[in-house]
């Protein structure tokens, strides 16, 4: 089938959204666990047609869902799927990696001093100069006023304080996180399986 590329091997193609999220450029397919919850919310499992396409081809996922639009091979014709269920359940992560995005989800993308949003960066609240370390526990999203004015002095000299104190999430608080943040495109065949607020019809 021609409009099936080969893509990714059955051990990645699960996690492929989450590297490659630049290929989704057209009519993403919306990934759905075997209990029919998303993947992940932040950011939305979202796989390129293709990949859809091949995961169905191979039997991986059934589609749900489907766009109007349709891609042919000589041999056959197929709606492109809008969104797909994975009929092997991937059990979540029980663990939540210590990285810069996962950190400025956790503090709502949101200075943890003044709660301003955007120009974010991170903060020792214990200067690593005073021995504090790179945990959860010790660093913050900070935006770069902020940051500028704590630089390496102790909290209660800068006369800044913390809107609340850092400490490691757990991974459904995060996953739970994430559903503040949707996305600026939601296909409307997602939303009877995402719960972030939309109007119901009676």
């Known amino acids: 089938m021609q409009a099936v590329q080969s893509g990714n091997t059955q051990g990645n193609f699960r996690t492929d959204f989450t590297r490659n ?3 989704l450029k057209q009519n993403p397919a919306l990934v759905l ?13 979202l796989w390129p047609w293709q990949e859809a396409v091949k995961a169905a081809w191979l039997e991986r996922v ?9 891609v042919r091979s000589p041999s056959m014709s197929i709606r492109i799927p809008s969104v797909v269920v ?6 979540p992560q029980k663990r939540v990696a210590f990285t810069r995005f996962n950190l400025f989800l956790r503090d709502e993308f949101r200075c943890q001093y003044c709660g ?5 960066t991170f903060d020792h609240v214990v200067p690593r100069a005073a021995g504090g370390v790179t945990s959860w526990q010790n660093v913050v ?3 770069s006023p902020c940051n500028l004015r704590k630089g390496s002095k ?5 006369g800044l304080s913390l809107r609340k104190p850092p400490r490691q999430p757990g991974a459904e608080e995060l996953r739970n996180m994430g559903r503040k943040f949707p996305p600026n495109h939601l296909h409307e065949s997602w939303m009877d399986f995402l719960y972030w607020d939309a109007e119901l019809e009676a």
């Open 33 to 45: 666990n075997a209990d029919y919850r998303p993947l992940s919310y932040y950011p939305l499992s």
């Open 86 to 91: 994975l009929k092997d359940y991937v059990k």
């Open 21 to 23: 999220p630049a290929s």
């Open 154 to 158: 102790p909290l209660h000299q800068t």
């Open 141 to 143: 999203a900070a935006c």
């Open 116 to 120: 301003s949003k955007g120009d974010l």
């Open 62 to 70: 059934d589609i749900v869902a489907e766009y109007d639009e349709i």
